[in-house]
Protein backbone atom coordinates (compact mmCIF):
# COMPACT_ATOMS: atom_id res chain seq x y z
CA UNK A 1 0.00 0.00 0.00
CA UNK A 2 3.06 1.96 0.20
CA UNK A 3 3.69 2.65 -3.61
CA UNK A 4 -0.20 3.06 -4.04
CA UNK A 5 -0.29 5.54 -1.33
CA UNK A 6 2.48 7.27 -2.74
CA UNK A 7 1.58 7.36 -6.75
CA UNK A 8 -1.86 9.01 -5.37
CA UNK A 9 0.25 12.03 -3.39
CA UNK A 10 2.18 13.21 -6.19
CA UNK A 11 -0.69 12.20 -8.17
CA UNK A 12 1.31 10.47 -10.38
CA UNK A 13 0.53 10.35 -14.10
CA UNK A 14 2.99 7.21 -14.91
CA UNK A 15 5.92 4.60 -13.77
CA UNK A 16 9.19 3.41 -14.83
CA UNK A 17 9.62 0.01 -13.62
CA UNK A 18 12.89 -1.94 -13.46
CA UNK A 19 13.30 -5.79 -13.38
CA UNK A 20 13.93 -5.23 -9.73
CA UNK A 21 10.38 -5.08 -9.58
CA UNK A 22 8.86 -8.34 -11.15
CA UNK A 23 10.21 -12.10 -11.95
CA UNK A 24 7.42 -12.65 -14.69
CA UNK A 25 5.68 -11.16 -17.30
CA UNK A 26 2.54 -12.54 -15.59
CA UNK A 27 3.54 -10.99 -12.18
CA UNK A 28 3.94 -7.49 -14.33
CA UNK A 29 0.76 -7.39 -15.44
CA UNK A 30 -0.59 -7.66 -12.40
CA UNK A 31 1.78 -4.97 -11.16
CA UNK A 32 0.06 -2.99 -13.57
CA UNK A 33 -3.13 -3.67 -12.91
CA UNK A 34 -3.28 -3.32 -9.52
CA UNK A 35 -1.76 0.38 -9.65
CA UNK A 36 -4.39 0.96 -11.90
CA UNK A 37 -6.82 -0.17 -9.73
CA UNK A 38 -5.36 1.69 -6.71
CA UNK A 39 -4.75 4.76 -8.53
CA UNK A 40 -8.20 4.94 -10.39
CA UNK A 41 -6.99 5.94 -13.52
CA UNK A 42 -4.19 4.40 -16.61
CA UNK A 43 -0.64 5.28 -15.71
CA UNK A 44 1.97 6.09 -19.00
CA UNK A 45 4.38 2.72 -18.26
CA UNK A 46 7.72 3.50 -19.43
CA UNK A 47 11.25 1.16 -19.45
CA UNK A 48 14.31 1.16 -20.59
CA UNK A 49 14.97 -2.06 -22.81
CA UNK A 50 17.43 -1.05 -25.27
CA UNK A 51 18.96 -4.87 -25.99
CA UNK A 52 22.14 -6.28 -25.52
CA UNK A 53 22.56 -5.32 -21.21
CA UNK A 54 20.25 -2.46 -20.81
CA UNK A 55 17.19 -4.50 -21.31
CA UNK A 56 13.81 -4.99 -18.29
CA UNK A 57 12.01 -8.16 -19.50
CA UNK A 58 14.05 -11.45 -19.45
CA UNK A 59 12.82 -14.79 -20.91
CA UNK A 60 9.21 -15.53 -21.90
CA UNK A 61 7.38 -12.18 -22.91
CA UNK A 62 9.87 -10.06 -24.60
CA UNK A 63 12.69 -11.28 -27.48
CA UNK A 64 16.00 -10.34 -25.89
CA UNK A 65 17.64 -8.63 -29.01
CA UNK A 66 21.49 -8.09 -29.12
CA UNK A 67 23.24 -4.75 -28.25
CA UNK A 68 22.83 -2.00 -30.82
CA UNK A 69 26.43 -2.42 -31.90
CA UNK A 70 25.98 -5.65 -32.85
CA UNK A 71 22.75 -5.22 -34.61
CA UNK A 72 24.07 -2.67 -36.52
CA UNK A 73 27.55 -3.93 -37.78
CA UNK A 74 25.80 -7.61 -37.90
CA UNK A 75 22.13 -7.19 -39.24
CA UNK A 76 21.70 -3.88 -40.67
CA UNK A 77 18.86 -0.63 -40.29
CA UNK A 78 16.22 -3.43 -42.02
CA UNK A 79 16.63 -5.72 -39.21
CA UNK A 80 16.45 -2.88 -36.61
CA UNK A 81 13.36 -1.62 -38.01
CA UNK A 82 11.91 -5.19 -37.79
CA UNK A 83 13.40 -5.39 -34.16
CA UNK A 84 11.64 -2.30 -33.17
CA UNK A 85 7.95 -3.55 -34.42
CA UNK A 86 8.63 -7.02 -32.86
CA UNK A 87 9.27 -4.78 -29.51
CA UNK A 88 6.27 -2.84 -29.62
CA UNK A 89 4.13 -5.51 -30.27
CA UNK A 90 5.75 -7.37 -27.09
CA UNK A 91 6.09 -4.24 -24.81
CA UNK A 92 2.15 -3.43 -25.84
CA UNK A 93 1.28 -7.31 -24.86
CA UNK A 94 2.87 -6.58 -21.61
CA UNK A 95 1.24 -2.82 -21.19
CA UNK A 96 4.22 -1.09 -21.96
CA UNK A 97 3.86 2.36 -23.82
CA UNK A 98 7.03 3.86 -24.25
CA UNK A 99 10.54 2.16 -24.87
CA UNK A 100 13.69 4.64 -23.81
CA UNK A 101 15.25 3.74 -26.38
CA UNK A 102 17.00 4.22 -28.76
CA UNK A 103 20.83 5.34 -27.77
CA UNK A 104 21.67 7.47 -30.61
CA UNK A 105 25.28 8.36 -28.94
CA UNK A 106 27.87 7.84 -31.51
CA UNK A 107 30.31 6.20 -29.62
CA UNK A 108 34.37 7.65 -29.37
CA UNK A 109 37.20 5.35 -29.12
CA UNK A 110 38.48 5.06 -25.27
CA UNK A 111 35.34 6.62 -23.89
CA UNK A 112 34.33 5.60 -20.73
CA UNK A 113 32.39 1.81 -21.05
CA UNK A 114 28.75 3.17 -19.91
CA UNK A 115 27.75 3.75 -23.40
CA UNK A 116 30.08 1.20 -25.27
CA UNK A 117 28.00 -1.29 -27.27
CA UNK A 118 24.66 0.90 -26.02
CA UNK A 119 25.67 2.45 -29.63
CA UNK A 120 25.15 1.68 -32.95
CA UNK A 121 28.26 3.19 -34.40
CA UNK A 122 30.81 5.38 -34.39
CA UNK A 123 29.66 6.44 -38.07
CA UNK A 124 27.11 9.43 -37.46
CA UNK A 125 25.86 8.19 -40.66
CA UNK A 126 25.30 5.05 -39.91
CA UNK A 127 23.71 5.60 -35.90
CA UNK A 128 21.12 7.95 -37.65
CA UNK A 129 20.25 5.10 -40.08
CA UNK A 130 19.91 2.74 -37.20
CA UNK A 131 18.22 5.04 -35.06
CA UNK A 132 15.58 6.04 -37.22
CA UNK A 133 15.01 2.47 -38.11
CA UNK A 134 14.36 1.54 -34.27
CA UNK A 135 11.95 4.64 -34.08
CA UNK A 136 10.16 3.89 -36.86
CA UNK A 137 9.58 0.43 -36.16
CA UNK A 138 8.28 0.96 -32.45
CA UNK A 139 6.70 3.92 -33.04
CA UNK A 140 4.63 2.63 -36.59
CA UNK A 141 3.71 0.13 -34.34
CA UNK A 142 2.19 2.12 -31.22
CA UNK A 143 5.39 2.72 -28.35
CA UNK A 144 6.75 5.93 -28.25
CA UNK A 145 10.77 5.92 -28.93
CA UNK A 146 12.69 8.13 -27.04
CA UNK A 147 16.24 9.44 -28.58
CA UNK A 148 19.31 9.44 -26.00
CA UNK A 149 21.09 10.79 -24.70
CA UNK A 150 21.04 14.81 -25.87
CA UNK A 151 23.26 16.30 -27.28
CA UNK A 152 25.42 13.34 -27.29
CA UNK A 153 27.06 11.23 -24.96
CA UNK A 154 29.15 8.60 -26.64
CA UNK A 155 32.58 10.71 -25.86
CA UNK A 156 32.31 10.96 -22.42
CA UNK A 157 35.20 9.92 -20.15
CA UNK A 158 33.61 9.13 -16.95
CA UNK A 159 30.51 7.59 -16.03
CA UNK A 160 27.34 10.14 -15.06
CA UNK A 161 25.78 7.77 -12.88
CA UNK A 162 28.80 7.99 -10.39
CA UNK A 163 30.31 11.53 -11.43
CA UNK A 164 29.77 14.77 -13.32
CA UNK A 165 31.44 14.47 -17.12
CA UNK A 166 32.75 16.60 -19.13
CA UNK A 167 32.97 16.67 -23.05
CA UNK A 168 34.70 19.02 -24.11
CA UNK A 169 34.27 18.59 -28.23
CA UNK A 170 33.54 22.33 -29.52
CA UNK A 171 30.91 22.95 -32.34
CA UNK A 172 32.43 21.97 -35.73
CA UNK A 173 32.64 18.20 -34.28
CA UNK A 174 29.42 18.16 -32.42
CA UNK A 175 27.63 19.51 -35.35
CA UNK A 176 29.63 17.09 -37.77
CA UNK A 177 29.15 13.75 -34.86
CA UNK A 178 27.20 14.44 -32.47
CA UNK A 179 24.08 16.02 -33.39
CA UNK A 180 22.98 14.68 -36.86
CA UNK A 181 21.88 11.47 -35.10
CA UNK A 182 19.51 14.35 -32.73
CA UNK A 183 18.38 15.81 -36.19
CA UNK A 184 17.59 12.19 -37.80
CA UNK A 185 15.62 11.42 -35.15
CA UNK A 186 13.32 14.71 -34.86
CA UNK A 187 12.90 14.31 -38.46
CA UNK A 188 11.36 10.97 -38.23
CA UNK A 189 9.32 12.47 -35.60
CA UNK A 190 10.88 10.84 -32.26
CA UNK A 191 8.18 11.38 -29.83
CA UNK A 192 10.53 12.28 -26.64
CA UNK A 193 14.24 12.95 -26.50
CA UNK A 194 16.21 12.60 -23.11
CA UNK A 195 19.37 14.97 -21.98
CA UNK A 196 22.51 14.00 -20.48
CA UNK A 197 24.04 15.18 -17.25
CA UNK A 198 27.30 15.93 -19.02
CA UNK A 199 29.12 19.42 -19.27
CA UNK A 200 29.41 21.39 -22.69
CA UNK A 201 32.12 23.73 -22.26
CA UNK A 202 33.14 23.55 -26.07
CA UNK A 203 29.56 24.76 -26.83
CA UNK A 204 29.99 27.68 -24.73
CA UNK A 205 28.18 26.46 -21.85
CA UNK A 206 29.82 27.68 -18.02
CA UNK A 207 32.33 25.00 -16.76
CA UNK A 208 30.23 22.51 -14.62
CA UNK A 209 27.23 22.98 -15.91
CA UNK A 210 25.31 19.90 -17.01
CA UNK A 211 23.14 19.97 -20.05
CA UNK A 212 20.36 19.07 -17.54
CA UNK A 213 20.63 22.25 -16.62
CA UNK A 214 21.59 23.97 -19.74
CA UNK A 215 18.33 26.54 -20.93
CA UNK A 216 21.03 26.92 -23.89
CA UNK A 217 21.16 23.32 -24.82
CA UNK A 218 17.56 22.33 -24.11
CA UNK A 219 15.95 25.64 -25.46
CA UNK A 220 18.24 27.49 -27.54
CA UNK A 221 19.77 24.16 -29.26
CA UNK A 222 17.47 21.41 -28.99
CA UNK A 223 14.09 23.28 -29.36
CA UNK A 224 14.30 26.33 -31.18
CA UNK A 225 17.78 25.53 -33.96
CA UNK A 226 16.58 21.81 -34.23
CA UNK A 227 12.67 22.04 -34.00
CA UNK A 228 11.84 19.29 -31.72
CA UNK A 229 8.37 19.69 -30.69
CA UNK A 230 7.76 16.27 -28.20
CA UNK A 231 8.67 15.98 -24.64
CA UNK A 232 11.74 16.52 -23.65
CA UNK A 233 12.97 13.89 -20.59
CA UNK A 234 15.81 14.29 -18.02
CA UNK A 235 18.30 11.23 -17.08
CA UNK A 236 17.40 9.92 -13.49
CA UNK A 237 18.05 12.87 -11.32
CA UNK A 238 19.14 10.71 -8.56
CA UNK A 239 22.64 10.17 -10.84
CA UNK A 240 25.56 10.56 -8.93
CA UNK A 241 26.75 13.51 -11.56
CA UNK A 242 23.98 16.02 -9.74
CA UNK A 243 25.12 15.36 -6.35
CA UNK A 244 27.37 18.62 -5.74
CA UNK A 245 24.15 20.57 -7.25
CA UNK A 246 22.38 20.65 -3.83
CA UNK A 247 19.26 18.35 -3.23
CA UNK A 248 16.85 16.72 -5.80
CA UNK A 249 14.32 19.68 -5.10
CA UNK A 250 16.91 22.07 -6.34
CA UNK A 251 17.74 19.59 -9.20
CA UNK A 252 14.04 19.54 -10.03
CA UNK A 253 13.94 23.16 -10.26
CA UNK A 254 16.55 24.14 -12.32
CA UNK A 255 15.98 20.96 -14.87
CA UNK A 256 12.30 22.52 -15.43
CA UNK A 257 13.77 26.05 -15.82
CA UNK A 258 15.96 24.88 -18.15
CA UNK A 259 13.06 23.65 -20.81
CA UNK A 260 12.11 19.85 -19.56
CA UNK A 261 8.85 19.01 -19.93
CA UNK A 262 9.40 15.33 -17.38
CA UNK A 263 11.53 14.87 -14.61
CA UNK A 264 13.15 11.54 -13.77
CA UNK A 265 13.56 10.54 -10.23
CA UNK A 266 12.87 6.66 -10.28
CA UNK A 267 14.06 5.47 -6.64
CA UNK A 268 13.57 7.53 -3.58
CA UNK A 269 9.80 8.45 -2.53
CA UNK A 270 11.19 11.14 -0.85
CA UNK A 271 13.13 12.77 -3.59
CA UNK A 272 9.46 12.66 -5.73
CA UNK A 273 7.61 14.43 -3.01
CA UNK A 274 10.87 17.11 -2.16
CA UNK A 275 10.72 17.39 -6.10
CA UNK A 276 7.08 17.83 -6.14
CA UNK A 277 6.44 20.35 -3.39
CA UNK A 278 9.34 22.79 -4.91
CA UNK A 279 8.01 22.34 -8.12
CA UNK A 280 4.70 23.67 -6.85
CA UNK A 281 6.07 26.27 -4.38
CA UNK A 282 8.03 27.55 -7.85
CA UNK A 283 4.89 27.76 -9.67
CA UNK A 284 2.44 29.30 -7.11
CA UNK A 285 4.86 32.48 -6.44
CA UNK A 286 5.44 32.63 -10.19
CA UNK A 287 9.36 31.80 -10.22
CA UNK A 288 7.99 29.13 -13.40
CA UNK A 289 5.65 30.59 -15.31
CA UNK A 290 2.16 28.72 -15.85
CA UNK A 291 2.02 28.81 -19.76
CA UNK A 292 5.08 26.56 -19.98
CA UNK A 293 3.75 23.87 -17.44
CA UNK A 294 0.98 23.86 -19.42
CA UNK A 295 2.26 23.21 -22.26
CA UNK A 296 4.17 20.54 -20.96
CA UNK A 297 0.70 18.97 -19.83
CA UNK A 298 -0.67 19.87 -23.16
CA UNK A 299 2.19 17.43 -24.65
CA UNK A 300 1.79 14.77 -22.24
CA UNK A 301 -1.73 14.68 -22.37
CA UNK A 302 -1.47 14.67 -26.67
CA UNK A 303 0.91 11.29 -26.16
CA UNK A 304 -0.91 9.81 -23.61
CA UNK A 305 -4.28 10.03 -25.84
CA UNK A 306 -2.35 8.43 -28.74
CA UNK A 307 -0.53 6.01 -26.92
CA UNK A 308 -3.49 4.64 -24.56
CA UNK A 309 -5.80 4.12 -27.59
Known amino acids: MEVVDHLRAIHAGGVIPFARNFRSKEQFGFLLAGLKQAVGRELLVMVDHEGGRVVRFHGEGATHFPAAMTMARVHGAAAIERQGATEAAELRGLGVHVNLAPCVDVIVEGCDPIIGDRSYSADPRQVSACGVARIRGLQAHGVAACAKHFPGLGAVQRDPHKTLPTI ?68 DLEMGALRTFGTIGDAALRATQSGHDILLICSDFAAQQEALSRLRAAYEAGRLPMVELEASVEKMLSLRKKLLS
Open 168 to 235: ALDWTVMNAVHLPPFQAAIAAGVATVMSSHVCYPGLGEPPGLPATFSSHLIRDLLRQRMGFGGLVLTD
